[in-house]
């Protein structure tokens, strides 16, 4: 008699893919998702089919999380060094033939579609840095770390030049923080923060005379010199170059503590906030929700936050321990560059915030990092058994 081959049930199935997930940061992620939803649909309705592509792009970043998180750090270790070689040749590509919109060359024609390589650098950047530390566990020297920051200084200066300042900063950012979770010493650290500090100070204090017409700033572009002006006084131009910021203010602190209500927003369904389902979605958000409904994102972000540094903390492998560190606080720099923006204390870039805000780009990239970190997650648990 041949043997009948029963098929296991599909929970059990399933069960390998559903271990991968990380129960606490999953809730966490659900838990900002849902805010997202509310907000888009809010901000959204009346703007096209932003509301349903918000929901398919969230969809999209669970399967994303869920693929993710099945690939061991170890072979997340050997697309380092391909990956950021890819994305080093396609950023010299955009730069010799790279397509220009607006002022920028950020795009390259791959025939079919355009892509924009400098997206590739927010993972590439701490793949390759965490990488590099990996291999020179035990033996680090000085010359390593200044190897590391000539690896993080080409992509950067590559997607500066574009211009393209808010992903240069998060590209910064991320290799930064591999480089300080690797042991930079805080006495390298420190100079440079008191350096930054006194230049802003110097900044603030000297703005009649150096954002006057025709003062030519070193290295930033006039535009770009435009941002920071407005942002020191952007009652100068409220109904050009200063209305962003305005408008973003007025809207955030008429929402009060308790907020306006849902779908109430003032500023926002009368079309005062400029870009209020991408970059400034916070705004409306605030006017809305209020200090309240603020208070429950950032407890939201902080959990996120908290988390992956204990999932990092955790981590078996100094690879592991550093890509946990980096995409963490790149969650912070996300937050905190994107609703300073739009509360009137950094200047305008384009940096979304973080499930909240329009865009497939970046809720590819958020899948990405947060099954990097429940990837990470599930090789712990693994190591304990």
Known sequence: MSAVIKKPPLWLRLKPWLSGFD?????????????????????????????????????????????????????????????????????????VAGVTKKGATRWLSIGITQIQPSEIMKIAV??????????????????DFFAAFMLLAVPVGLVAKQPDLGTAILVLAA?????????????????????????ITALVMSEEAICQDGVKWPVLREYQKNRVCTLLDPSKDPLGKGFHIIQGEIAIGSGGVT?????????THLEFIPERTTDFIFAAYGEEFGLIGAAGLLIGFAALILRGLMIASEAPTMFARLMAGAITLSFFTYVFVNMGMVSGILPVVGVPLPFISYGGTAMVMLGLSLGMLMAIAKSKRFMQR
């Open 126 to 143: 701490p793949l390759m840095l965490a990488w590099w530390f990996q291999k020179r566990e035990g033996a680090l020297r000085l010359l």
């Open 23 to 95: 129960l606490p940061l999953l809730l966490i992620t659900f838990w900002l998702m849902a805010l997202g939803l509310l907000c888009m649909y809010s901000a959204g309705y009346d703007h096209g089919t932003r509301f349903v592509d918000h929901a398919r792009n969230m969809l999209l970043c669970l399967l994303i999380m869920m693929g993710m998180s099945q690939v061991p750090p170890q072979r997340l270790m050997k697309l380092a060094v391909p990956l950021y070689t890819l994305g080093v040749m396609l950023l010299l590509a955009t730069a």
């Open 259 to 267: 907020g306006k209500g849902f779908m109430k927003g003032t500023q």
């Open 175 to 199: 290799g930064f923080y591999v480089i300080f979770f690797a042991g930079l010493s805080w006495r390298l650290i420190i100079p440079a923060f008191l350096v930054g500090a006194i230049a």
